[in-house]
């Protein structure tokens, strides 16, 4: 399969940042759609298609959620939309309700993560991952955040607190969000990992591109459900070079 690349981003990669680096972002700039629609939507579909059991898991508590969720990004992105829709690339998607994060992995270029509050900590109980960066949906599913980031380096007990704050205050209407930026061999956009196979750490200096998540936090007002979003971006190292050197 060819490459499926960006040829620029909204944001410098390069900017110094502490984490978790939150920022404030307005309802209607939480979905974004770049260049590279049209082809990653083709993935997506692709992996929906061949692989759902990979790129889909959904708790029955989390139907409601994921059910207001379809709701709240066909407003935003496909306003007015009846039993079915257009996607930008001109592919016709029906909007099965029946199916709601199966429906919404083929609508927009973010993969979606529904965290619900159980005893205090919030678990993951839903999640369409098209593009996950050397991790698995199925070590992730129904885990909750500690157990989701134990495997990202930096990521302590202070951090895990200060996450967690972020999950319990955020609020509906006003989401939040970060990036990160990590330098891959490989521009391949579904690249699972499992836990027990970590990843080998590559810099701008032997790795030919840079895979960045735009990564969103927002709150669902009626299921109040929290919902964390990635957005991928992969670009060729000549560009970021270009770009922010």
């Known amino acids: 399969m060819s490459e499926i690349l960006q040829t620029s981003l909204p944001y410098d990669p390069m900017a110094p940042r502490a984490l978790p680096g939150i920022s404030a972002l307005k309802t209607e700039d939480w979905l974004t759609h770049d260049e590279a629609y049209d082809a990653q939507m083709g993935e997506r579909d692709r992996l929906l298609r061949d692989h759902r059991p990979?790129?889909?898991?959904?708790?029955?508590?989390?139907?409601?959620?994921?059910q207001e969720l379809l709701d709240l990004v066909l407003g935003l992105a496909f306003p007015g939309a009846g039993a079915?829709?257009?996607r930008p690339d001109g592919v016709q998607?029906?909007?099965?309700?029946?199916?709601?994060?199966?429906t919404l992995g083929r609508l927009i270029q973010e993969d979606l993560c529904i965290l619900q509050k159980t005893d205090d900590v919030h678990v993951m109980t839903g999640a369409v991952l098209c593009f996950p960066a050397s991790w698995?949906?199925?070590?992730?599913?129904?885990?909750?955040?500690?157990?989701i980031h134990a495997s990202v380096q930096g990521y302590d007990a202070?951090?895990?607190?200060?996450?967690q704050r972020l999950f319990d205050g955020v609020q509906a209407g006003r989401p939040l969000?970060?990036?990160?930026?990590?330098?891959?061999?490989?521009?391949?956009?579904?690249?699972?990992?499992?836990?027990?196979?970590?990843?080998?750490?590559?810099?701008?200096?032997?790795?030919?591109?840079?895979?960045?998540?735009?990564?969103?936090?927002?709150?669902?007002?009626?299921?109040?459900?929290?919902?964390?979003?990635?957005?991928?971006?992969?670009?060729?190292?000549?560009?970021?070079?270009?770009?922010?050197?």
Do not use: C
Request: proline letters at 5%; zero cysteines; charged letters at 20%.
């Open 136 to 147: 698995t949906l199925a070590e992730k599913f129904m885990a909750p955040l500690i157990g």
């Open 84 to 86: 079915q829709v257009t």
């Open 54 to 66: 990979d790129v889909l898991a959904m708790d029955q508590d989390a139907r409601p959620a994921a």
């Open 177 to 245: 969000w970060r990036f990160n930026a990590l330098w891959y061999e490989d521009a391949t956009l579904y690249q699972p990992r499992s836990i027990n196979d970590p990843e080998t750490v590559h810099d701008a200096e032997n790795a030919g591109y840079l895979r960045s998540e735009r990564q969103s936090i927002l709150r669902l007002p009626q299921t109040g459900a929290v919902v964390f979003s990635i957005h991928t971006y992969v670009l060729a190292r000549a560009a970021v070079m270009g770009e922010f050197s």
């Open 93 to 102: 998607v029906v909007i099965d309700r029946d199916d709601p994060l199966g």
């Open 158 to 163: 202070g951090i895990a607190a200060r996450v």
